[in-house]
């Protein structure tokens, strides 16, 4: 279109600086070869950029060892990881596996499957009309069967900081491990997994401006160590005979294949770029913007809001419907003004369920949006209201 992009999308995937962008292709063009397997200098050098990342990103999480970090091509992957290769390994009939109505499918569906396969039962832990956890509940739905709470650090759906670290500690105590889906966490909040007590986290690379097909599950050590490979291949194994193959060490055990050598450069420098904007500044950025657009949201009538009425316990995304628009024809008028937001149910079908909403609208920020930009979102809102309203 004609008129200059408002990107408020940012919790689907969110757009790449510079340097992001040079340190991939700078990658190609100087150091690319495969990694782990040649001798000679262009695949040792690609080897220092690849393990270099690894040890990035363990930082970035607070992880104690860079070989408990696992690179996958995103946060459903590494859950898929956890569900598929945990799961299998160490659930049976009866087990209980804990997750949340407010979570994504893909912390949702690869539980619902390796359930389906083990005969493991799905408990839900509900949600309040403010988005939150109902905690009270988790009383009555953590017993001695409980083997895996699942839970998201943010909800994408409502914006949601989950009490994470308490959570854990709750799980550990009947005994479950705790997986956590970070993928709206470690691009928004600060996140120390020893601190947090989980025993895995996962994230996208693309959501923290990163590139796409690129992501991290992070586990525990005793964990990751006692549990099958997920993949079988190249790179992964030990010795292989005819019969059968030994495995490689963590954090490679889990990394069959060649593996995406560039994006976990570019994840490397998404990390560097947030880390020097300084991480309390984006969030604090972050929930600027969103009590600002509730402000704003506010102006209009009939407007409902999603997530917790206090900003403190929320992050940068604001979902909201319009009594009298559906969000569908609202997010279509507003791609006409140039502004882009996310309209549908955001891959969070309970969420939709709990509140009685086939979709919801969402704005959702990052470090580089403004209250400008905000301000043409909401004048665009207007345009809709001369529409529908
Ligand atoms: N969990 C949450 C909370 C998300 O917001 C998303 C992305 N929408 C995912 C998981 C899945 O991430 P990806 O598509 O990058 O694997």
Not at 308 to 330: C, Q, T, Y
């Amino acid at each position: 279109g004609d008129k200059p992009l408002v990107y408020l999308d940012n919790a689907a995937t969110t757009q790449k600086p510079r340097q992001v962008i040079e340190a991939i292709s700078s990658y190609y063009e100087q150091d690319n070869a495969n990694v782990h397997r040649g001798i000679y200098e262009l695949s040792r050098r690609s080897t220092r950029d690849f393990e270099a990342a690894r040890e990035r990103v363990a930082r970035w999480i607070g992880a104690p060892d860079a070989t408990e970090v696992i690179w996958t091509r995103g946060t459903t992957e590494a859950l898929n990881l956890v569900a598929s290769s945990w799961g299998m390994e160490f659930l049976k009939e009866g087990d209980e596996i804990l997750l949340t109505e407010q979570d994504h499918h893909s912390n949702l569906v690869p539980w619902q499957l390796v359930a389906r396969r083990t005969g493991a039962v799905l408990r839900y832990v509900s949600i309040d009309e403010e988005g939150r956890l109902e905690l009270e509940s988790l009383d009555a739905l953590l017993t001695a069967r409980t083997r895996v709470v699942a839970i998201s650090h943010v909800s994408n759906a409502l914006g949601t900081v989950n009490p994470v670290k308490e959570i854990v500690e709750r799980a550990h105590a009947v005994g479950a491990i705790a997986v956590v889906d970070g993928a709206q966490g470690a691009p928004h909040l600060t996140v120390d997994v020893v601190d947090q007590g989980c025993d895995f986290y996962a994230f996208s690379s693309h959501k923290l401006c990163g590139p796409t097909g690129v992501g991290v599950l992070w586990g525990r050590r005793e964990l990751l160590e006692a549990m099958p490979p997920y993949q079988g291949g190249g790179e992964m194994i030990l010795e292989v005979e005819k019969e059968g193959s030994t495995w490689a060490a963590l954090p490679h055990k889990f990394e069959a294949g060649t593996p995406n050598v560039a994006g976990a450069v570019g994840t490397a420098a998404a990390l560097d770029y947030l880390e020097a904007l300084g991480r309390d500044a984006i969030l604090a950025h972050e929930r600027d913007l969103s009590a600002y657009c509730i402000e704003r949201l506010s102006e209009l009538p009939g407007v409902r809001i999603f997530g917790p009425a206090e900003v403190m316990d929320r992050s940068g995304v604001v979902p909201f419907n319009l009594e009298w628009a559906h969000p569908h024809d609202v997010a279509t008028i507003l791609d006409t003004e140039g502004v882009a937001i996310r309209a549908g149910h955001h891959c969070a079908q309970l969420v939709m369920k709990r509140y009685c909403v086939s979709a919801t609208n969402r704005a959702s920020f990052y470090v580089y949006n403004t209250r400008d930009e905000v301000d043409r979102m909401i004048d665009a809102l207007r345009v809709v209201q001369g529409i529908f309203g």
